[in-house]
């Protein structure tokens, strides 16, 4: 441990922005926050349809740190905002319990759950929300609507001082701009009655900052009880004046899903229900999010100054079952009652208030631009979490699992700055300090009793061993995160850069296992890697490749506990992996394909469950025109392929799962103002077990239940075909479908 102090003591002064490599010399535009709006840099573009593909720039952080500008890969078919992290190397989503549920994140070992380990932001706002009741860190982003995406940073690994609270995995900062200005509107249907209407606005002569959209979609679902009805808006203005830019951004989401749970294998195998069928057709969901951002940012040559302010209100209802009827068993103290089911209902409401602030300053020292960053965050939020059991199907509550009043904060300093000693030689990093606190009432502090005459068959007892007591205790907690992190890069040399990278994270703790006066109430997270980018142009293809190994240790991780539908405690982790990626942009195509190898143990050296050891994926778009026109106006062919391949995933008790392989393909053909496309997702109609699982159940499907474990899947999508039927409107639609000229 005081040799890996040395190392991040040693890469303490190493920080800094984006720089424009080939020109070490000229002024450059300051690297923004990793929790802010990352805007493209000036780089030269080149127009692929409809999408515009900025030269990606080298990494800034580590040799695992992609700016994924989307361009045409946005012909690749996604069903939410989440599904463009797949760009990012290393990266698998997962979601079987509803369309409107969050994304089970995968990424360089981790099974970051639904954001535990995955700091997100949206044009500087947080995703992530702290003491949430169905795990810490979750993060829902299908408020997003996903054809406002114009980029997202995606940096694997804790190694800018920027990042914040669960940047333990990394982060991913999606950036929603419009550069394409005019009006979209668009109607998709298909598969299984799904409609989505969407709406997009970009008004002539603002910039892309400026925009608005809205959505509404509705499905009865594959399968049994998985349809969903949903609502969300977007808007953003975004006002220059001189050197000030002004952005005011909103969002406001509502949606209500149905979840078909888990099935037991056995079950399916023998014909007592369907792969895509359901224990419990009471299982969903409802979820609401409303937030407002204001921000000002002040660039001039040698300094920019940014301030940052959001406020949100949200809520969540889940109701899930992993169990069936195992967990109630008739107790010696309790009055006799049949077993009345394990269903678990989730709820949560929250308020939240957040703050930045950051200048970053610049001068020329030695023939070179160096650099200097401060910066402060803070954010509070009030969550009101509560977790039930029901009786099977009914919204009767027998029993509390917890009942909590929470109020978290987090405030954070940090210093950020970049050294460059030569052309070749830029040191990057900074330190870091969060100040977490917490203050919680639990409203149901007992949950077991053995004192004679108390009152037995309640949810939250009001007497423990000693005697009569209030059931509600106050436990308050607080306490630093010092987290040391920078880098180290040489080159370009032909476009080759070796990159290493040093860094301590912090992920903040779950409010249900906190205990009174806990002095560290956070789990640290220890991360280091090494790489080698290349990034140059060849002649008209833009060509950037990636190797590296990461390695990573987490001090107190969080793992999936089936009998409380939700993430547990557990002890010290390990990841170490490679990966390796490539892109290739052409005005024509353009091509992304990465694999990543990763191994994640416990400190006692056994395989962490559920995590792919491999994953890769392809995408790959491209376009032409067709020889001839339809009354002197172009016809556009575009086609989008995505391939998935996740390999066996290890379960609890040495069980292993099925491999995962998905075909996804889009066709589009654009004429003048209008398009027509068709999308087939799981192509080749793949039954595949989106999440996979190994516990004890019984779900009554048998005469006799057996507490032997088995293995539980929750069912991915079937192949589902849609056909879009797009009109364009405004200046660019006018100039695509401009007559062409006569050969």
């Not at 009354?631 to 086609?639: A, D, E, F, N, Q």
């Not at 290890?650 to 995962?660: K, Q, W």
Request: hydrophobic content about 40%.
């Amino acid at each position: 441990m005081k040799s890996t102090w040395s190392l991040l003591g040693l890469s303490l002064a190493m920080a800094g922005p984006r720089a424009a490599w080939a020109q070490e010399r000229a002024p450059e535009r300051s690297d923004p926050p990793a929790a802010q709006a990352v805007e493209p840099a000036a780089a030269p573009e080149q127009v692929i349809g409809e999408g515009v593909v900025s030269a990606r720039r080298p990494p800034s952080r580590a040799a695992g740190e992609v700016d994924v500008t989307v361009g045409a890969l946005a012909n690749v078919p996604r069903g939410n905002a989440s599904d463009v992290l797949r760009l990012a190397p290393g990266i698998f989503l997962s979601n079987g319990l509803g369309e409107g549920h969050a994304e089970q994140v995968f990424l360089r070992g981790f099974d970051a759950r639904l954001g535990q380990d995955l700091e997100f932001t949206v044009n500087g706002v947080p995703i992530n929300e702290p003491a949430h009741p169905h795990g810490q860190g979750h993060a829902d982003t299908h408020f997003i609507i996903p054809e406002l995406i114009d980029s997202v940073r995606v940096l694997e690994g804790p190694f800018d001082p920027h990042q914040g609270d669960f940047a333990v995995a990394g982060s991913a900062q999606f950036t929603l701009r419009v550069p394409t200005r005019g009006a979209v509107l668009q109607y998709r249907y298909g598969s299984f009655d799904t409609h989505r209407a969407l709406a997009i606005w970009a008004p002539e002569g603002e910039s892309p900052g400026t925009f608005g959209g809205a959505e509404v979609g509705t499905s009865a679902g594959y399968g049994q009880n998985r349809g969903y009805d949903r609502a969300t808006a977007n808007g953003q203005y975004e006002h220059r004046s001189g050197p000030i830019t002004w952005r005011l951004f909103g969002a406001s989401y509502l949606t209500r899903y149905r979840s078909a749970g888990v099935l037991r294998d056995d079950d399916v195998a023998a014909g007592r229900v369907g792969f895509y069928d359901t224990y419990d057709a009471t299982q969903g969901g409802e979820v609401s999010r409303h937030l407002l951002s204001v921000e000002v940012e002040s660039t001039r040559p040698s300094s920019t100054l940014k301030a940052q302010a959001w406020g949100s209100v949200r809520s969540f209802r889940l109701r899930e079952n992993f169990t069936g009827f195992l967990l109630d068993v008739q107790q010696p103290w309790q009055s006799p009652h049949p077993q009345r089911g394990d269903l678990i209902d989730q709820n949560g409401q929250s308020v939240e208030a957040g703050a930045r602030a950051s200048g970053r300053f610049s001068t020329t020292l030695g023939g070179y631009r160096q650099s200097l960053e401060v910066g402060l965050y803070g954010r509070f939020v009030r969550v009101d979490s509560t977790q039930r059991r029901l009786r099977s199907g009914t919204d009767i509550a027998y029993r509390s699992d917890f009942d909590l009043d929470n109020e978290v904060g987090n405030v954070a300093l940090y210093v950020d700055s970049e050294l460059r000693l030569t052309r070749w030689l830029v040191l990057r990093g900074g330190l870091r300090a969060d100040l977490f606190q917490y203050n919680a009432l639990d409203r149901c502090a007992v949950h077991d009793v053995s004192l004679r005459g108390a009152d037995l068959d309640v949810a939250c007892y009001s007497a423990d061993r000693v005697g009569p007591r209030d059931p509600t205790t106050r436990r308050s907690s607080g306490g630093f995160a010092l987290q040391p992190r920078g880098s180290v890069f040489l080159g370009p040399f032909k476009g080759v850069t070796v990159a290493l990278a040093a860094g301590l994270g912090a992920r903040s703790a779950d409010p249900v296992y906190l205990g009174n006066d806990q002095t560290l109430p956070y789990s640290p997270a220890l991360a280091l890697e090494g790489g080698v980018v290349y990034d140059r142009h060849l002649g008209r293809v833009r060509l950037s490749a990636r190797a590296l190994y990461f390695y990573t240790h987490v001090g107190q991780d969080l793992i999936f506990d089936e009998t409380q539908g939700r993430n547990s405690l557990a002890g010290g982790t390990t990841r170490m992996g490679a990966l390796g990626a490539v892109r290739a942009t052409h005005p024509r195509f353009d091509v992304s394909a990465h694999v990543t190898w990763a191994r994640a143990t416990f400190d006692d050296g056994f395989l962490v469950p559920y995590v792919p050891q491999v994953v890769a994926r392809l995408d790959a778009s491209a376009n032409a025109p067709l020889p001839w026109n339809l009354r002197g106006r172009r016809v556009v062919l575009t086609g989008g392929l995505g391939v998935t391949y996740v390999a066996p995933r290890p379960l609890p008790l040495a069980e292993t799962g099925d491999a995962v392989f998905t075909v996804d393909a889009q066709l589009a053909a654009r004429w003048s103002h209008v398009e027509l496309g068709f999308i087939a997702q799981n192509l080749l109609d793949a039954q595949y077990r989106w999440g996979q699982y190994n516990f004890v159940s019984d779900f009554r499907s048998r005469p006799f239940p057996t507490l032997v474990a088995a293995q539980h899947f929750a069912a991915g999508p079937p192949r589902s075909l849609f056909v879009v039927f797009t009109v364009h409107l405004g200046s660019a639609a006018a100039r695509h479908g401009a007559p062409t000229r006569s050969s």
